[in-house]
């Protein structure tokens, strides 16, 4: 990309950013809103510069769950789609398997697991939620890749003599390899909104969205602080993982 | 008591007696796409398959290959059962599509099968290097398959088809998405690889010329079901290069090809009367 081109494609966004933000503070003066009901942006700059260790402290508790299922949830979603597509048996098993788990609301299970297995003390629960949510994105993706193979690639093999591990590892894992950054920029805003959510069921009195919930009945500044720390907290992750694909694509096609 | 087989010409490169192949059998989506062919090819030949589109010449090189096995029949490559040739790679195949591998470099491409066939590695490099050097491209080694031409991309999946010294090569439409230039120049290639190599070939094409300048033998076939129709041995003689192309034999050869086909075509009307 050229020097020019990122300014286009940062500027114009940013430009309209400002002037979005330029005039929500216009209407809150006009109309004189109280902060209580909607909060200027400068009012919440400021409430932002004066709480920062506390958000930074919550995003950071926020971040690492998120972190933490992402990639638990990655590690055994690439160890069950390789799985599935060597012994062809347990697909059948684990894919109604896994559409069923996936019709269930998941963090609804997190009250349940809060109180049944790990207590109210545990960031465990939340974790386990993300590594569900990512597990699902990457299994399906990943296993796509492991499956939609060339028939041209397969007919060589097999003209190779290679065993079924030999197709395995030198055509379907390579060739699943772009599905997998696919499925890593979906997943990764997902995992941050996943932790974000699985606060709200209880659990330890920490993280973004608890921050969130317990400055409701005051000055809604604070609030939308967390807001703040949010927002940078899925905007790193989708920044980080959908860089990674297009480094990797571009690897891939460029030339 | 044992019924003993023929004795088999261990000579005989490919050997199919009486092979049919019937697709879906049993179903409204039945496709008989080869009804007893016999075609014998002799060690050392180059004999091109050459026919209207879905009369088996695919099905047929897949037969010899083992990557289909036939309904009926036999197919015997170098001698052996083709599943123990295909088990001995003694065969190495390339198509229209290169089917390079589009995450391995050129010269990884061609050492794929080394690899699988247990090679030790400063052997699969030496190989390589002289594949590389055998189709015209020393330098081109480390490049992805993206950033060569087609023709460069055909010629990386000659050599990675000739890698492992197969004697025998077989070809579906190599040069079909080639242009008329590149496609003329590679098969005179393939002819200078063929005779260094002393590697029998089995070429399927759609194009007279292209069977006619580069085989021993041209084989006809014709659809509905897919049989052998026609055999036309060439005699241009064992040299041959881009003068071939200008000879009256040459032309006549390709008029001769040209009528075969066209018979055949007649008869395959006919018997589709006749069947009904
Ligand atoms: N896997 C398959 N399943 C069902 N039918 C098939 C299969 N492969 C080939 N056929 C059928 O067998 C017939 C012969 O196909 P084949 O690919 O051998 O023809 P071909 O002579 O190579 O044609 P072309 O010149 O177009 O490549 C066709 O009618 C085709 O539809
Ligand atoms: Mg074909």
């Given at each position: 990309m050229t020097a020019s081109g990122v300014v286009k494609r940062v500027g114009s966004p940013l430009l309209f950013g400002v002037a979005f933000l330029g005039v929500w503070e216009l209407i809150v003066m006009a109309f004189d809103i109280a902060p209580f009901t909607l909060p200027a942006p400068s009012a919440i700059w400021s409430a932002f510069i004066e709480r920062f260790d506390q958000v930074l402290e919550e995003t950071l508790v926020t971040g690492k769950n998120a972190l933490i299922g992402f990639l638990l949830g990655i590690v055994f979603g690439v160890l069950m789609s390789l799985l599935t597509v060597r012994f062809v048996g347990v697909e059948s098993l684990l894919t109604p398997l896994a559409v069923a788990v996936n019709a269930i609301p998941i963090v609804v299970i997190v009250p349940i697991l809060n109180n049944m297995l790990f207590g109210t003390t545990s960031q465990v629960p939340r974790r386990l939620m993300v590594m569900l949510i990512v597990f699902f994105v990457v299994f399906i993706n990943v296993s796509k890749g492991l499956r939609q193979v060339s028939a041209t690639h397969l007919e060589l093999m097999r003209s190779y003599a290679a065993t079924p591990w030999e197709i395995l590892l030198k055509v379907r894992a390579p060739n699943a390899v772009g599905y997998l950054f696919t499925a890593m920029r979906i997943a990764a805003p997902l995992a941050v909104i996943t932790a974000f959510v699985a606060e709200?069921?209880?659990?330890?009195?920490?993280?973004l969205a608890t921050g969130v919930r317990n400055s409701l009945n005051g000055s809604k500044d604070v609030t939308w602080a967390y807001v703040i720390g949010a927002s940078v907290l899925g905007l790193t992750f989708y920044l980080v993982s959908s860089g990674l694909e297009r480094l990797h694509g571009g690897k891939q096609n460029s030339g | 008591m044992t019924e003993t087989s023929e004795?088999?010409?261990?000579?005989?490169a490919v050997e199919v007696i009486g092979a049919s192949m019937v697709f879906n059998d049993g179903t409204p989506a039945r496709v008989a796409a080869l009804n007893d062919v016999d075609l014998v090819v002799e060690t050392g030949d180059f004999v091109s398959l050459i026919g209207p589109s879905g009369c088996g010449k695919s099905t047929l090189l897949r037969l010899i290959a083992n990557l289909l096995d036939p309904t009926a029949g036999d197919v015997r490559v170098n001698g052996k059962p083709a599943a123990q040739a295909r088990l001995d790679q003694d065969y190495g195949m390339a198509f229209q599509k290169s089917g390079l591998f589009e995450w391995r470099t050129a010269a990884k491409n061609i050492e794929l099968p080394l690899e699988l066939k247990g090679w030790d590695k400063r052997l699969r490099a030496e190989r390589v290097g002289e594949m590389l050097d055998l189709v015209k491209l020393p330098d081109r080694g480390s490049n992805m398959p993206w950033e060569l031409s087609g023709g460069q991309q055909q010629r990386i999946a000659i050599a990675r088809a000739l890698a492992s010294h197969p004697p025998l090569l077989l070809m579906d439409e190599p040069f079909g998405a080639l242009d008329e230039m590149t496609r003329e120049h590679m098969q005179s290639e393939l002819l200078q690889i063929c005779a260094a190599t002393h590697t029998t070939v089995v070429f399927v094409t759609h194009s007279i010329p292209e069977a006619v300048y580069l085989s021993d033998r041209v084989v006809v076939m014709s659809a509905g079901p897919g049989r052998i129709t026609d055999t036309i041995d060439v005699e241009l003689g064992g040299t041959r290069n881009e003068d071939t192309r200008e000879k009256d034999a040459f032309y006549g050869k390709i008029t001769e090809v040209r009528e075969a086909l066209r018979g055949s075509e007649m008869t395959g009307e006919a018997r589709g009367i006749e069947d009904r």
């Open positions: 709200y069921f209880g659990g330890v009195q920490s993280g | 004795p088999i010409d261990v000579t005989r």
